[in-house]
């Protein structure tokens, strides 16, 4: 597998999503590492794997995969001589915590996990390094009672502070020094306590300035009275640090003499947050368990792209079974490119030991190489045009191809002059046919679509599209070559049959009648008329006719309505004070003849004896009408609008 297969197929954007699952950075680094395997056995004890986790899931959603920030890190620190700190046994603690969680977790989930569950005994009960982990760390720091040295010294230095601070609290309340003072506080420099002294006053306090005011006017002096009492502190909290660093090497040679208990039960935890990554976004994509064969054969049924989520039209792909090469035809954006990179994507899913958004009973084949040429890899760099750009890769999948090969080919041939790209993209599948390959086309020429016909080991697929809608439906149809349906759609948007009849001839080398629908002709003979209107449009305006009390329109006269300026056709009219109905925009409306404006009479729009019914009246009315001409139908009836 290369790099480009895994960036075109978006493999990384699938690992991106699992790794959204995962609740540590070790986790979600191992889902960015994972990689499809070629091996039959490991792809099927993954999948197996999986679908334990996915059962665990159905029971509990909540499983105890936490408290692993920090170990590796601790871990590397280890055998260098160095203690750890009293955080990282604080983490070390939450991690002991968290494996006897999952030990708990699982006790209870091997009749529907064996597999998954059996892991838990990888995670070694450490009692006696956690005990003392608790003993001697409490709140970050190395508890008190961690040594009968510590608790001693610890007594020392609380009752040296008292000491300290009372000859502080004195000096500050006694008279002689209140005037020398700026306020009546004691503070701390750097752990030792001073008084803060006025400017001017500074040589009538003996001590050691350790600090002075922004501004300068006060400095904080550390008197000599209490420069005994504060150094015997200091040689005690020395003595406190060293007691204190006997604590934590002595915790540090416990870590180390587990070390490598530890360091599995990391690496399970790791694992089990890295497959309930996985098993989360098995469920989100509805993914399922697929057999796996190396026989070639790939049928995934109703198979949806999991990038697309609810968007994705299901897909039933199957080849490899008598032929090993498919080729998708259809129109440009109906689903051929999704089509193939499905196939592709769920290939790499699969042999990662992902499960796949596909029904019961699909089945993937193990292949070696996955190899794509998809989009127009144009190389700005090498100024290459999109063509040879195309070229240059397909010349590396020529080369990299064997039996064990996966090829998915995106409109092969095209960029160039037509002819010469179908003769070259028919070349190439043959050629990738005769070194093994299993290939996936998608070609918009029809020649290659009459070739995979003809030739053994080939099939035809085909885009499905809906001539009444005019859009695809991104259904994929086995076993039929589909059309860029560039003539249906042109008959059914108005073009002339006679025009589309002439275009097959000149495009396929043979006759064909297109006969329009109902509804098409309709729409052709509206089509005519509205070229009529615009061309009556397009001419100079008629002098305007003699003032007469009433102006007198027929049933289809086309005239301009003021002051909206809306073309309307005359339905019925006029009543006794000049009014007349007309149709604009599909609806019927009363105006007065002031308003009308001929445009165009109905003798130049429509034929003689014309069906005026086909413009007024709804095409269910017009079936009832129909159909009671023949005979009379208890209980249908004509709603007619006035």
Not at 524 to 550: D, F, G
């Given at each position: 597998m290369?790099?480009?297969?895994?960036?075109?197929?978006?493999?990384g954007?699938v690992k991106?999503?699992?790794?959204?699952?995962?609740?540590?950075?070790a986790?979600r680094?191992?889902?960015m590492d994972?990689q499809p395997?070629?091996?039959i056995?490991q792809?099927?004890?993954?999948l197996?794997?999986l679908?334990e986790?996915?059962e665990i899931?159905?029971?509990?959603t909540?499983v105890p995969v936490h408290g692993?920030?920090?170990?590796?890190?601790l871990m590397?620190g280890l055998?260098k001589?160095i203690a750890l700190r009293?955080?990282?046994?604080a983490?070390?603690?939450d991690f002991?915590d968290?494996?006897?969680k999952?030990?708990?977790f699982?006790k209870?989930?091997?009749?529907?996990?064996?597999r998954?569950?059996?892991y838990?005994?990888s995670i070694?009960?450490l009692?006696g390094l956690?005990?003392e982990?608790?003993?001697?760390?409490?709140?970050?720091?190395?508890?008190?009672?961690a040594s009968k040295?510590l608790l001693k010294?610890?007594?020392?230095i609380?009752?040296?502070?008292?000491?300290?601070k009372?000859?502080?609290?004195?000096?500050?309340?006694s008279?002689?020094?209140?005037?020398?003072?700026?306020e009546?506080?004691?503070?701390q420099?750097?752990?030792?306590y001073v008084l803060?002294?006025?400017?001017e006053y500074?040589?009538r306090?003996?001590?050691?300035?350790?600090?002075?005011?922004?501004?300068g006017?006060?400095?904080?002096?550390e008197p000599?009275?209490?420069?005994?009492y504060?150094?015997?502190?200091t040689?005690l909290?020395s003595?406190?640090?060293?007691?204190v660093?006997?604590?934590?090497?002595?915790?540090t040679?416990?870590?180390?003499?587990?070390a490598e208990q530890?360091?599995?039960a990391?690496?399970?935890?790791?694992?089990?947050d890295?497959?309930f990554?996985k098993?989360?976004?098995?469920?989100?994509i509805d993914?399922?368990k697929?057999?796996?064969?190396?026989s070639?054969y790939i049928h995934l049924?109703?198979?949806?792209?999991p990038?697309?989520?609810?968007k994705?039209?299901?897909l039933?792909i199957?080849i490899?079974k008598?032929?090993?090469?498919?080729?998708?035809t259809?129109?440009n954006?109906?689903g051929?490119?999704?089509?193939i990179?499905?196939a592709?994507?769920l290939t790499?899913m699969?042999q990662?030991?992902l499960?796949?958004p596909?029904?019961e009973?699909s089945t993937?084949?193990i292949?070696q190489?996955?190899?794509?040429?998809i989009g127009d890899?144009?190389s700005?760099?090498?100024?290459?045009?999109?063509f040879s750009?195309r070229i240059?890769?397909?010349?590396e999948?020529?080369n990299?191809t064997?039996d064990?090969t996966?090829?998915l080919?995106?409109?092969?041939?095209?960029?160039t002059d037509?002819g010469?790209?179908?003769g070259?993209?028919t070349a190439?599948l043959?050629?990738?046919?005769?070194?093994?390959?299993?290939?996936?086309?998608?070609?918009?020429?029809s020649?290659i679509k009459e070739?995979?016909?003809?030739?053994?080991?080939?099939l035809n697929?085909s885009?499905e599209?809906d001539?009444e809608?005019?859009?695809p439906?991104?259904?994929l149809?086995?076993?039929k070559?589909g059309?860029?349906q560039a003539?249906?759609i042109a008959?059914?948007?108005?073009i002339?049959p006679?025009?589309?009849?002439?275009?097959?001839q000149?495009?396929?080398k043979?006759?064909?009648?297109?006969?329009?629908?109902e509804e098409?002709?309709e729409?052709?003979?509206?089509?005519?008329?509205?070229?009529?209107?615009n061309?009556?449009k397009?001419?100079?305006?008629?002098?305007?006719a003699p003032?007469?009390?009433?102006?007198?329109y027929?049933r289809?006269?086309?005239?301009?309505?003021?002051p909206?300026?809306?073309?309307?056709i005359?339905?019925?009219?006029p009543?006794?004070?000049g009014?007349?109905i007309?149709?604009?925009?599909?609806?019927?409306?009363?105006?007065n003849?002031k308003?009308?404006?001929l445009?165009?009479p109905?003798r130049e729009?429509?034929?003689?004896?014309?069906?005026f019914?086909?413009?007024f009246?709804?095409?269910?009315?017009r079936k009832?009408?129909?159909l009671?001409s023949k005979?009379h139908?208890d209980?249908?009836?004509?709603?007619h609008?006035?």
């Amino acid at each position: 597998m290369n790099k480009q297969t895994f960036g075109v197929l978006e493999f990384g954007t699938v690992k991106e999503s699992i790794a959204h699952y995962a609740l540590t950075a070790a986790g979600r680094a191992k889902v960015m590492d994972l990689q499809p395997s070629t091996n039959i056995k490991q792809i099927k004890a993954w999948l197996d794997e999986l679908s334990e986790a996915t059962e665990i899931m159905k029971v509990s959603t909540s499983v105890p995969v936490h408290g692993l920030e920090g170990i590796e890190g601790l871990m590397n620190g280890l055998n260098k001589g160095i203690a750890l700190r009293p955080e990282q046994f604080a983490k070390l603690q939450d991690f002991l915590d968290c494996c006897g969680k999952m030990r708990r977790f699982m006790k209870d989930k091997d009749y529907i996990a064996p597999r998954v569950s059996s892991y838990i005994y990888s995670i070694e009960e450490l009692p006696g390094l956690a005990g003392e982990i608790i003993r001697c760390i409490r709140n970050g720091r190395v508890d008190d009672y961690a040594s009968k040295e510590l608790l001693k010294v610890r007594k020392q230095i609380s009752i040296q502070e008292e000491r300290l601070k009372e000859k502080v609290q004195q000096m500050v309340r006694s008279s002689k020094w209140k005037s020398f003072l700026q306020e009546n506080v004691v503070s701390q420099r750097d752990g030792r306590y001073v008084l803060p002294v006025k400017k001017e006053y500074r040589t009538r306090i003996k001590g050691s300035i350790l600090d002075k005011s922004s501004s300068g006017s006060t400095l904080f002096i550390e008197p000599e009275e209490i420069s005994l009492y504060q150094e015997q502190l200091t040689w005690l909290r020395s003595d406190e640090e060293a007691e204190v660093q006997k604590v934590l090497i002595y915790l540090t040679g416990l870590v180390e003499e587990k070390a490598e208990q530890i360091r599995l039960a990391s690496e399970t935890m790791v694992h089990y947050d890295f497959l309930f990554a996985k098993a989360k976004y098995s469920r989100t994509i509805d993914g399922r368990k697929v057999e796996v064969n190396e026989s070639h054969y790939i049928h995934l049924k109703e198979a949806r792209h999991p990038l697309l989520g609810q968007k994705a039209v299901p897909l039933t792909i199957e080849i490899g079974k008598k032929e090993n090469a498919l080729v998708i035809t259809g129109p440009n954006t109906g689903g051929k490119t999704v089509a193939i990179k499905t196939a592709g994507l769920l290939t790499l899913m699969g042999q990662s030991g992902l499960h796949l958004p596909v029904t019961e009973g699909s089945t993937i084949s193990i292949f070696q190489n996955i190899l794509v040429d998809i989009g127009d890899g144009q190389s700005i760099v090498e100024n290459l045009s999109t063509f040879s750009s195309r070229i240059v890769n397909i010349i590396e999948i020529l080369n990299d191809t064997n039996d064990r090969t996966l090829v998915l080919l995106d409109e092969l041939g095209s960029g160039t002059d037509p002819g010469e790209g179908m003769g070259l993209a028919t070349a190439i599948l043959e050629q990738l046919y005769a070194k093994g390959a299993t290939l996936l086309a998608t070609t918009h020429y029809s020649e290659i679509k009459e070739f995979a016909d003809r030739h053994e080991g080939f099939l035809n697929g085909s885009m499905e599209f809906d001539l009444e809608t005019l859009r695809p439906t991104y259904r994929l149809n086995i076993g039929k070559g589909g059309e860029s349906q560039a003539f249906a759609i042109a008959l059914k948007l108005g073009i002339h049959p006679k025009i589309i009849e002439r275009a097959h001839q000149i495009t396929y080398k043979e006759e064909k009648k297109y006969l329009p629908s109902e509804e098409d002709l309709e729409r052709n003979r509206n089509l005519e008329k509205q070229i009529m209107v615009n061309k009556h449009k397009s001419r100079k305006p008629k002098p305007a006719a003699p003032a007469v009390k009433t102006k007198t329109y027929v049933r289809g006269d086309n005239v301009l309505i003021s002051p909206t300026n809306e073309y309307g056709i005359v339905y019925k009219g006029p009543d006794e004070q000049g009014n007349y109905i007309v149709q604009v925009k599909g609806e019927k409306a009363l105006f007065n003849h002031k308003r009308l404006t001929l445009h165009v009479p109905a003798r130049e729009l429509y034929p003689e004896n014309y069906d005026f019914d086909i413009i007024f009246e709804s095409k269910e009315n017009r079936k009832k009408r129909k159909l009671l001409s023949k005979k009379h139908v208890d209980g249908i009836s004509i709603s007619h609008e006035e």
